[in-house]
Each structure stands twice: as structure tokens, then as C-alpha cells.
């Protein structure tokens, strides 16, 4: 038997599985998209934010069904509250990128006014909510996949697992970047929902409106919620239903960090593009609670145990989201249902690929600045940032996977880290108009710098507020695995970027004489282990760099050994001087530290150039048969001052074996 | 927030966990037990055959026991088989101690006469063997320790897993080593059992023999097995007992594989030992079985269905082991009990110290012959070949945690290893009498030889039956396991060796001139990354060892850091020229293998030096906020021919953070 899977057949067998999915490298600076116009800009940047039209209403009326049927009416005005909030954060923004119309996200503006500290917070919420929003995006889209498909149902977790799968794919090849590709998922899910809900509300008013396959059950009110949506009880409800609702305001900011990619003028068209995102989000999300309230949808947090038919608890019936049974109540079964079944699931992967392009350039900008590691501002084969592309995916499949696709979890994690920036960002811009105010003396100037002011401090409260709702109604929810992950995140970029001020202090250099000072000496040593081809082209090697002073060196570990190799050595006329050194415990690296340390304090100028023999081996199993000595000497080795480690390779037959084409170069 | 667990903290802690858990280290060749004279050597060379009686005849009533209660009737009888064959090995055994004097295993005896493939089965079928007598003692102490306290009772995987964890501990330790250590279990059980045996007898020859716990049981037979133990159905059930208690055999090699430790005249010590131990097995094996059928013991394969009293079902009964139930029948229940429980344990955890002790020794002799990989060879601290005990340890955990302990699975793969090197060595005896046959003339000699053959034979023919026996009636049952394991170790311990032949024909300095040609001359080349103190050093570095010529080479990743660095590089002035190699995809090791390449090809001779200056970081956290770009470097580099790597360490202020009393030696 032989295995002839060697490791550099490994790597070229990855090499090439990577190039099928991956695709061929691309020259740097190639992919220049063009700026967006209007009519691009506005699906391409607001797919993030109207995706959530696929699960926010889904959310609100499952939290209000805790509460009974009377509860679940209630739906549209808490819609309406989000959707107040919503168009308060639109006005914000707008304010925003007119102040800044060169386009600063929200950490960028978080760090400008308040400091790196509030920036880092910022950017560590904005990390776990780009995160988010590709775990819930392909949790909603397995929801839509399972209610098709009933034979998946209950495998979510590993439905949103591949599609995340497919999303690193697709990035990594740098798929999906062109304006058409960003804006089309977005015009087809608002065209297609746009024309249901016309159609249903004329319906409606025309009282021809259909039944939602769930509009005859009863819905009973879970334990402690008997009382319906009133007293205390029923108003934390109302509030946990808000605060649910709230992810349908998640990619509002969109907008202001995709200033660059607009057409000019930037700013306009930013505040263009974020009015209507706004007027389109209320009117799409008003319009599916009212007319699901109308054909009445009903949900139920737990379907098996709150819904009943007259009496009966209801069998075999799989709950479908919201735009399902709208689509059932207007169109009637069938095809509708799935043509707008599909087209929601574009957006939702649509939204994923704007977390995914998203999350890794607010990664380089934080690897840029010191917070975050270096390897996150490399760009791969494709010109995507390969690194932030990959750890998103890791993050995003372990939360697909631990919370089985569960919405209702992933959500209230969501809305956390949305709202923290939000918050951040708007009191960045109340303490910028604040200075402006400083240094303006115009009266009609300083008018205008206070309503904004104003309205900045309300977009900052409003989100506070909301924060507090979120926290106070779900913080035992999961809501404090969210706050969890953003402080410990913060922590964690502020002691890198302390660890790397520190390592540039320690490296910068002050004065170029006190490095650049030359070794007076070099003294070779050159480590034995066996008297072989190796060893023999190691001494070459160091004889060929004529040091000073040149010596072999051997540990003794197995008596025997070391006394066939002396007399091998006098043999064969080795002509190097070799020092054999005891070794009473049996291991490597005692005694040759010992003996280098007591060479170094003889002459402490002297350079010393330790060369270790290496065997490098074709298959990956060879590995494993060789004592690992070089590796793990040269890590100890490492850790000496003064101390060059020079690994003199010896290619065995085996690495050449798959490549038989290759000419072997003159040794 | 400050980690100040630093690698060298960490490093520093497993080091001190090491000393507590395994003691200070020894000097090289101060364990020199006394040779063992036959009081000692009797007990302590049996232990591994001697301790089955805890389990043996347990399952050998397990296993009569699906055809109901007369088949459990024929237990003495199927250990009368089984103490048949016991004999017949003992006397071949007395045969090849007294023809290798000097001490032969069965891998040496198998290698040496049937040639070094079959040697390689034999060592294959030990190694399994001998990680299953950790296994099987193990996981028979845990059934024992769940027996007395009802609590852990399910629990037998987790209690079998610390004993090995223990074992793992004491051997790494080298506890256990000294004589009496050995000999003092043995001793104990059997003087218990013999004790308890011998007053059994007489209480039996006088009618006043109490009844076993389980005598009042009626067993039903498993499905298939209703006609009991008669016609082709039954004899398989009698054949399968038979195999199943053939586990009383394993260790009956022990006193030719410990020869070397034997007081003089040592084959003749060895040849006393293995005919006490055959006489010791038999009567207490037999006398166990005997007393077993008078007091009524019942086992069951699952007591659940197949125990009932008057026709009701036995509830709330645990299944004791045989020697416990015939404790309480001979002196009753209670301290009794205890007593026997306790020296058992002590017993089985001394065989699986004899496990820990065999399966390093032979792994080192396997490894000595190239069969299995050096680091087989290396020892300890404590002088033991701590990489074989840490194998054995973690195979013997997968198979009691995989297993759940379960006893009448293991023991099947167990006798397998056995009796492949069983029948293979009495095989080499029948070629090795053979052989001296053929070269000795006289004829008392020659008549004595063909006896001697014979008995061979019959000892090789046996094991080959048995063999077939338990693969006719078990292969399905798990032995497919045990077969596919000694296979798989056999072929990869031919492949290392013929790696370790190739690399060996490969590597041998056949003529010394051809590979200590001087390279004519040194071209050093000085990775730069960025321009910081580590580089200053590395180019001292290089500049010191005085190459015929130096470069330094910068790979263009990020334009604006190579423009810095070029305009940084003349400001200071460095008297090494900067090459600057194009890199349109954005990737380090492509540029620079090919400037090698070409360098190489223009002067084939020259050697090449790559200096990689590298950080050398304190905390393990801040190894991954440094790229790895030198570790992947040198990774491809080391394929390239006539290239020595040469690393120079940087080594930050953190790795000296945990050491402030040691001071820094000058630089």
C-alpha cells in the first residue's frame, strides 16, 4: 500500500479546489464599479433595510400573539410606531451626510466627535449587527425555503448554514459587485410586494378580500398573559413587540456609508436615496400589518399549542410567514405563493451579500486604525478582503447553527447592536453641530445648527430609548449575549491596538547606529543529529559563509548513537571541530541553550548562527514519522537573544515525485 | 484589560503541571531493578494472565446463558476446554524459553523464523492486544466499582476512562516499577480467591454451601436458542463460550517476554513461572466455574428480559460479577464482598500497569526496527517511553469510551490479538525446530526435536482453531474490528518502514566529496516588510556574516507602504541596496521564489541566504495580530534547493514581561 497523496499534492489539489471556487486571481486596482445613480442607488443601497419587510412584521405579531387574538390586532400601530422612529433616524441621517459629504459611517463619525474609545464601541456593535444580519437574513430565507418545502421543515439551522456557505463563496469570488446585481433583488421584491398589497388593498375596500389560511383559528394567550395586551403585563408586551419590530430599521444607514459609491453630487443623492428609503419601508410595512389584520393573519409563538379550531387544537398545519398568507388571502394558493417566495428569498440573500460587503470594509477601516489584526486588510485573489470575508462566515455559521435559524433569538440579538451605533453616532452628530455652533457667528447659521442640534439629540434619544426597551423586555432573552459580544469586542480592539502602539514604540526606530552596529564575529554552530546526506550539505553551507568561527555540535541523547557518529566523523574526515555535549536528562534543548548562553557571555559581540539540518517530506504522513526536533528547537531558539536560526533544507525524492516534469536545478 | 497569561506563562504552567503529575526528571540509567527471583517472579509475570479470572468466567456464563439454564450448567465444562489449551501453550511456551535462552517475544520468535512480514503481524496483533488488556482490565474494574456502589452504575465508560487516565499518570511517573510493587496484587487476589475457593469446597463437600444471590432466577433463552444448548445452534453457543473464555489465555507470554528480568539460571526461572502459572489458572479457573454451578449462579446477557422468579420478571436487581456472588455464598454478604471487590481492582489495575509496561516496549523494539516512528524511542523523565504510554493511553480511552466499557465486545477483539500472535510464534517454533533439524545428526537429539516440533505444531494448530472459532462465531459481533485493526497497523508499519529504508538509502553518504562541495559563493537576501528595528537587525545580521552579496527585497503588496518605506530607506540612509519586486497579486511568496529562481539560475553555484526578521511575541493572543507571512514563508521556501532560511528573532518586550529578575544579557 501507497499513499501517494503527497503534501505538496494536498496543496496543489486545495490550490486548485480554491481556483474552481474562488476563480482566477485578479490584478490589483482592476474592479472599478461605476457611481451609482439615483435610480441604482436606491434598491442597491436600501436592500439591507427592506429585506427585513421578510420577517420584522412576522416578529411583531409572533410577540403579541403571547397575548391572545386581541392582541395580535394591535399590529399595524406598532408598526406605526417603528416606522415613527424610522423616519426620525431618516431625518437624522440626512442631517448627517450633509455634515459629512464626503461620507464617515457611524464609527467614523462616533470616533471624530467623541472620541477613539466611543469609535471602537461603535465599531464592535456595527461588527455583530453586519454579523446579524447575514445569520437572520438566511434564517428568514430557510423559513421561506422550509414553509415551500415541507420535508425540510426543521432543518433551518443547516438551510441558513448553506446559504451562508453560498454567500462566502460568492464573496470570495467577488460575485455580485456590478450596480444591477445589487439593485435588481430589491426592485423585483418591492415591485412584486408593491403590486400584492395594491391589489389587496382594492380588495379590501371593495370588501373582496380572501381569508389567510390561519384566520379561523383562535390564538390562546400564553401563561401570565391571560388578561390580553392591558395592565403592565399587556403594555411590556406592546413594548417587547416594538422593540422586535425594530430590526425593520436595521440598514437605514446604508445610505451614508455608500456615499462613495454615488453619483455626484454625493450628498444629495444620499439624502435622496434615504427619504425614500424611508417613505418605502412605511408604506410596504403599514400596508402588510394592516392588510394581514384584514385577512386576518394569525401567528402564535408555540403553533402546536396556542392555535385551535373551534375549540380543537389545530393538527398538521406548518405556520407560514406573513407575505405567504398574504399572497394566499389576495392571489389564492399556488403560483403566487412561490413566485413571491422566491423573490423574497433573493432579497434575503441579496441583504446577506450587503452584510458581506459591508462587515469586511468596516473591518479593514478598524485594521487600518489599530484595532483590529492586520491580516483583516489584506485583499484576496478577487480583491475582496479574503480575511473578513471568512471570519463573517465562521461567525455567521456558528450562530445559524447554534440557534437552529431561530428568528426570534437572532433578532433581539440584532436590534442591539443597531441601536447602539445608532445612538453613538447621533450623539456624535449632536457634539459636532455643538462645535460648529462654537465657532459660528452668523444668527441664521446658529438658528439652523440648533434645529439640527435638536433633531440630532431626538434621533439619539429615540434610539436610547429604544436600546432601553430592548433591554429591559429581552435582556434575559438572549438580548445580553449581544452586549456581551460588543463589550468584550470593544475590550478586545482596544488592548490590540494597545498592543500594537506599544510594539511600534518598542520598534520605531530612534537612533540608526544603536541597531545597525555590526557583530563583531560570527560564530557557526551547526546542530548533529544523524551523520546523513543532510548534515553533511548543512556543513557545506556553513563552511561556504566562512564565520569566524566554526563548530558541529551534538547532544548526547542515545549513547549509542553518539558514539557511531564520533567515529563516523573521524572516518570520513569531517573537517569541522565536533563538541559533544552531555545530556543527563536525555533532551535537546538544555544543553545547547546552556552552551550557545555560555558561548554568548565569552563574547557577548559575537553573532551566533545556529544551522538545523531539515528534512522536507512529499507526503504528509512522512511528517509524522521524523522526529519534530528542528521545529520545536527552533521555537526555543527563538527566544535568545543573539541568536540567528538557519534552516538548511534537504528536499527528499518524495517532494519531487508528482512533479516529474520539473527539472531538477543544479544543487 | 491585560491577558497576562503570556506563551512563556503558559509554558512555564504545563512545565510545573508536568513536575506535580509526573515528578522530577531521572538521570539516564539510574532504574536498575534487582533481577526477580521465582517468588517474585511468580506473581508478578502472572498478574495479566491471572487477573481474566474477573471477568473470564463471567462471560463465559454471560454467553451460555442466551440458551437458558441448562447451558449455564456447562460452564465448568467450557472452561475445562479452555484450561486444555492453557496447558498445551504453557508447554510450548516451557519449549521456546528453553530454545532461546535469552529471552525471545513472540515478535522476535516470529520475525526470526517466519521472516520480518510475519514478525510485523505478530508485533500488530500484540500492540492491539496490548491496548486492549488496559481496555478490558480497565473496563472490568469499572463494572466491579459499579457493582458495590449503585450510584455509579451506567457510569462504567467514565469510571473505566480515569482508570486509564491513572495508569497513564502512575507509568509516566514511573511508579510501580520496583518488585514487590509487581508481585503484591497477584499475591493478594490469589490468596483471597483460594481462600475463598478453598472453604467453598469443603462448605460444598459438606452440604452447607450458600446459595448465590441469583440462585433462585430462571433464565429464558434468547430468541433462536429455545431448544438450550443442543443440536448445530447449541454447539456454536458452546464454541462461542469457548472463544469467549479463550480471554483467560492472554498473558501467558508474559514470563518469555520478561525473561531478561529473572534471576539466573533465567530460562529455567521462566520455564518454573509459566508451569505455577498454568497449575494456578487451571485450579482456581476450574474451581471458580465449579463452585459457581454448585451455589447457583445465574448471569444474564440482559438481565432485564431474560431473569424472572416464579414466572415474574426480576425488577430492581443489579447483575453481580461471579467471584462477588460466590463471596456472598461461601461467607456471605457484606465486608466479604468489600474485601473481594477490592483486592479485584487492585488486580486488574496491576494488569493494566503491565499493559503500560509491555506496550512501550515493544512500540520501542518495533520503532528500533523502523517499523514505527522514532519518536517511539525517546524516554521520559522518569525513564519510560512516555510517547508509547501516551498512545496506549488515548487508544485504550477511545475503546472504553466508544465501547461504554462493555465487556463481552471488548473481550471479543481482545482474543483475536491474541491468538494471531499466538499461532504465528508456535509457527516460528515448528520452522525454528525444523531448522535445527535439518542441522543436527544425532539421533537421541534429533528424536528429542521432533517432539519438540510436534508439540509446536500442536500449540500453532490449537491457536489457528481458536482463532477460527472466534471469527466463525464472533466476526460479526465486533472480532471484524479487532482483524481490520491488526491489518491496518501491519501495512503501516511496513510503509514507515520502507520510508525509513528509502530515506535511509536516500540520505547515506556514500561519497563524501559529492555533497561537501564548498557553494563558491554567499547571496544574502534580507526580506523587508517593514522598516522597523527587527529589520535594522536582521540586516546588522547579514551584513556581519559578510556575504558576497547582499541585497534587500521588498514585495510591492501595498503601494503606499513600499513608497514609505523607499523614501524611509534613503532618509536614513541604509547602505544595503532595496530591490522592490511587483507583486500584481498582492501576494508575497510569488515574486520572491521567482527572483530566487532567477538568481539561481544565473550563478547555480552561489548559495542563497533569506533572512526573515521575525517577532518573537510573550502572550499567545498577540501571535494572531501578527501576520504569519515569515511561517508560510519559510514553509515554501524550504522546498526550493540551494536555499537556507535564516530567521531572525526580534524578541518584544512581553516575553520578557513574567521574567523581571532575570537580567537581559547585552545585546
Chains 1, 2 share one sequence.
Not at 454625493?266 to 394581514?292: D, K, N
Not at 451579500?353 to 487600518?368: D, E, K, N, Q, T
Request: proline share 5%.
Amino acid at each position: 500500500m501507497r499513499f501517494t497523496a503527497t503534501l505538496s499534492g494536498v496543496l496543489s489539489f486545495l490550490e486548485a479546489l480554491k481556483r474552481v471556487l474562488v476563480g482566477r486571481p485578479e490584478i490589483s486596482g482592476r474592479f472599478r464599479p461605476a457611481p451609482m445613480r439615483r435610480r441604482f442607488a436606491l434598491p442597491a443601497l436600501s436592500t439591507n433595510a427592506l429585506s427585513s419587510l421578510a420577517y420584522a412584521p412576522d416578529e411583531i405579531l409572533v410577540t403579541l400573539s403571547l397575548a391572545g387574538v386581541s392582541a395580535i390586532r394591535l399590529g399595524p400601530w406598532v408598526g406605526l410606531g417603528v416606522m415613527a422612529v424610522l423616519m426620525v433616524l431618516v431625518l437624522c441621517y440626512r442631517l448627517a451626510v450633509r455634515a459629512y459629504p464626503t461620507g464617515k459611517g457611524d464609527y467614523q463619525i462616533a470616533s471624530e466627535n467623541l472620541g477613539p474609545r466611543a469609535g471602537v464601541v461603535v465599531g464592535a456593535a456595527l461588527l455583530v449587527d453586519l454579523t446579524l444580519t447575514v445569520a437572520v437574513s438566511m434564517s428568514a430565507a430557510a423559513h421561506y425555503v422550509a414553509a415551500a418545502i415541507p420535508a425540510l421543515a426543521g432543518r433551518e439551522g443547516w438551510i441558513a448554514a448553506i446559504g451562508v456557505a453560498l454567500l462566502v463563496v460568492a464573496n470570495l469570488r467577488g460575485s455580485g459587485r456590478s450596480n444591477v446585481a445589487r439593485a435588481l433583488p430589491t426592485v423585483l421584491f418591492v415591485g412584486v410586494l408593491g403590486l400584492l398589497l395594491a391589489i389587496g388593498a382594492v380588495l379590501a375596500l371593495t370588501g373582496h378580500l380572501g381569508q389567510a389560511p390561519s384566520a379561523d383559528f383562535a390564538v390562546a394567550p400564553a401563561a401570565g398573559h391571560e388578561e390580553g395586551a392591558t395592565g403592565f403585563v399587556g403594555f411590556l408586551l406592546v413594548l417587547r413587540a416594538f422593540s422586535t419590530g425594530s430590526a425593520a430599521l436595521t440598514g437605514v444607514e446604508s445610505p451614508i456609508s455608500g456615499v462613495t459609491q454615488l453619483a455626484k453630487p454625493q450628498a444629495r443623492t444620499a439624502g435622496w436615496v434615504l427619504l425614500w428609503l424611508g417613505v418605502i419601508a412605511t408604506v410596504l410595512t403599514l400596508g402588510t400589518l394592516f392588510l394581514a389584520r384584514e385577512a386576518g393573519v394569525k401567528l402564535a409563538d408555540s403553533p402546536g399549542s396556542q392555535l385551535s379550531v373551534d375549540g380543537h387544537p389545530v393538527t398538521g398545519y406548518t405556520q407560514a410567514p406573513v407575505l405567504a398568507q398574504l399572497t394566499q388571502a389576495v392571489l389564492g394558493a399556488g403560483w403566487p405563493v412561490w413566485v413571491l417566495g422566491i423573490v423574497t428569498v433573493i432579497m434575503l440573500l441579496s441583504a446577506g451579500m450587503v452584510g458581506f460587503s459591508s462587515f469586511p470594509r468596516l473591518a479593514y477601516h478598524l485594521a487600518s486604525d489599530g484595532y483590529l489584526p492586520r491580516q483583516l486588510r489584506t485583499q484576496g485573489d478577487r480583491l475582496g478582503y479574503s480575511n473578513g470575508i471568512l471570519v463573517l462566515g465562521i461567525a455567521a455559521l456558528v450562530m445559524v447553527l447554534a440557534t437552529g435559524a431561530h428568528l426570534g433569538v437572532l433578532v433581539q440579538l440584532y436590534v442591539v447592536g443597531v441601536f447602539v451605533s445608532f445612538a453613538l453616532s447621533q450623539l456624535g452628530m449632536v457634539r459636532h453641530f455643538t462645535l460648529r455652533l462654537r465657532s459660528s457667528a452668523q444668527r441664521r447659521v446658529r438658528g439652523a445648527l440648533r434645529r439640527k442640534r435638536a433633531l440630532s439629540a431626538i434621533g439619539a434619544l429615540l434610539s436610547a430609548l429604544v436600546l432601553v426597551v430592548v433591554l429591559v423586555t429581552r435582556v434575559t432573552h438572549g438580548a445580553w449575549i449581544a452586549v456581551a459580544a460588543v463589550v468584550l469586542l470593544s475590550l478586545g480592539m482596544l488592548s490590540i491596538r494597545r498592543h500594537y502602539d506599544q510594539v511600534d514604540a518598542e520598534l520605531a526606530i530612534d537612533d540608526i547606529t544603536s541597531v545597525t552596529a555590526l557583530p563583531s564575529r560570527v560564530h557557526a554552530i551547526v546542530l548533529v543529529s544523524t551523520l546523513r546526506k543532510p548534515l553533511l550539505r548543512a556543513l557545506a553551507f556553513a563552511r561556504g559563509a566562512r564565520p569566524q568561527r566554526l563548530e558541529a555540535v551534538m547532544v548526547d541523547v542515545d549513547r549509542d548513537k553518539t558514539q557511531r557518529t564520533v567515529s563516523a566523523w573521524q572516518r570520513w574526515g569531517i573537517p569541522v571541530p565536533l563538541t559533544v555535549l552531555a545530556a543527563p536528562y536525555r533532551e535537546l534543548s538544555g544543553p545547547l541553550l546552556e552552551h550557545i548562553r555560555q558561548a554568548r557571555a565569552d563574547r557577548p559581540r559575537d553573532l551566533v548562527v545556529v544551522y538545523i539540518p531539515e528534512y522536507v517530506v512529499g507526503r504528509w504522513w512522512e511528517q509524522l514519522v521524523h522526529n519534530q526536533t528542528g521545529l520545536r528547537l527552533r521555537a526555543r531558539l527563538h527566544y535568545e537573544p543573539g541568536v540567528v536560526v538557519a534552516s538548511v533544507p534537504w528536499q527528499l525524492a518524495s517532494t519531487k515525485a508528482p512533479h516529474p516534469a520539473t527539472p531538477e536545478p543544479p544543487a
